[in-house]
């Protein structure tokens, strides 16, 4: 069963700030990761697949890279809509498994 | 359009079964797909619950194995969770999703609050 570890578990940043959210794998996953952004109340919303293919109508801020069982999210300068929590998930079986989670606050 | 809609009580007894159905429209099940439950406790972080294959394959979370099942009802193209001898730890908003064999999940359900307590 492959786990996913995400870090930091929380974050704050001033708006423009360069942020980076990691996740690894257990095992070796290829490129069958997804970034999702939650907002409190709301279905998450995906942002990225196959690692680093921008989900349309995402802002370009938002990158993904990585493959194989290690991965990252960036958001190349914050803005206050960003405010979320984000999850990666892995997508290689019928098991999505999801990180536990990075929650972005504006400093 | 596809969409998703979960139904089920919201409000289920300590010991007691959860159940839960999603109600698909704008794609046949049988066509293909997997059909998974995720569920998420409140302030905290997502969990895959189990998936359903079109075919009637299941494969479940192995942390919430012994207390899962998943079925399809193609003739009324939904699917539904059963979730045994819950306790508050099962108390989440309960999501259903569609997801590819390889592709991440692309529709989702807006999700339904079920609280277990006496």
């Known amino acids: 069963d492959i786990q996913m570890t995400q870090s930091p578990s929380s974050l704050s940043a001033s708006v423009g700030d360069r942020v980076t959210i990691t996740c690894r794998a257990s095992q070796g996953i290829s490129n069958y990761l997804a970034w999702y952004q939650q907002k409190p109340g709301k279905v998450p919303k995906l942002l990225i697949y196959?690692?680093?293919t921008l989900q349309s109508g995402v802002p370009s801020r938002f990158s993904g890279s990585g493959s194989g069982t290690d991965f990252t999210l960036t958001i190349s300068s914050l803005q206050p809509e960003d405010v979320a929590t984000y999850y990666c998930q892995k997508y290689n079986s019928a098991l999505g498994t999801f990180g536990q989670g990075t929650k972005v606050e504006i400093k | 359009q596809v969409q998703l809609q979960e139904s089920g009580p919201g409000l289920v007894k300590p010991s007691e079964t959860l159940s839960l159905t999603c109600a698909v429209s704008g794609y046949s099940i049988s066509s293909g797909y997997y059909w998974g439950w995720i569920r998420q406790p409140p302030g905290k972080g997502l969990e895959w619950i189990g998936s359903i294959y079109h075919s009637g394959s299941t494969y479940y979370n192995p942390s919430l194995k012994s207390r899962v099942t998943i079925s399809v009802d193609t003739s009324k193209n939904q699917f539904s969770l059963k979730l045994s001898s819950v306790t508050a730890a099962d108390t989440a908003v309960y999501y259903c999703?569609?997801?590819?064999?390889?592709?991440?999940?692309?529709?989702w359900g807006q999700g339904t609050l079920v609280t277990v307590s006496s």
């Open positions: 999703a569609r997801k590819g064999s390889s592709t991440s999940p692309d529709y």
């Open positions: 196959a690692a680093s």
